[in-house]
């Protein structure tokens, strides 16, 4: 009896953590798609480096990709459409430069740090909210094995920028599937 109870507790155990959560749907039926209202982006770093975007120039190409992102998965609709939502987007990114807390900080840029809060409106009414906090990007495993090689080094704007594209690239395909 007690290895029959000890089996049903493991097994109930085993259940629950392996099972997901629901997914994220938006209280609109029939929703058509997202009007994109407004993009903000906090942009954080512990000391700048000449070459990469001040705040201001990287909210405008954050704004730029997730439109393109959105507009390719078939989510965003033009502005006044019957069965919209309004979307405001929100990033908070901080950006990491390889060796930053050493004596020594390079100019190489490292994998970023971010979060999200997506806010639906219908009409001028807030209908739901959405967020996501302490997020890094999956490099994979031949990246990370050549980050861990070359101590992080010889990453550039360039490399942010590719980094920027995924983020707004995996938030449009999820906002796609809350529709």
């Known amino acids: 009896m007690r290895y029959i109870l000890i089996t049903i507790f493991c097994l109930g155990f085993l259940s629950a953590c392996g099972s997901n959560p629901p997914k994220k749907t938006l209280v609109v039926p029939d929703a058509q798609g997202y009007q994109l209202a407004d993009v903000s982006v906090t942009l954080e770093e512990k000391h700048t480096v000449e070459g990469y975007p001040d705040e201001r120039a990287f909210e405008k190409q954050f704004s730029e990709n997730l439109r393109s992102s959105l507009s390719e998965v078939g989510g965003l609709v033009i502005s006044g459409e019957e069965n919209s939502i309004r979307l405001e987007v929100t990033l908070g990114y901080f950006r990491h430069f390889s060796g930053e807390d050493t004596f020594a900080p390079s100019s190489s840029v490292a994998t970023p740090t971010f979060g999200y809060t997506y806010q639906f409106y219908q009409g ?56």
Do not use: C, R
């Open 124 to 179: 001028d009414k807030l209908i739901d909210s959405y967020s996501k906090a302490n997020q890094t990007l999956s490099q994979g495993f031949l990246n990370n094995l050549k980050t861990v090689a070359t101590a992080g080094l010889g990453n550039d704007f360039k490399k942010e920028q590719e980094d920027l594209q995924k983020i707004a690239n995996s938030m449009a395909a999820e906002l796609k599937k809350m529709l």
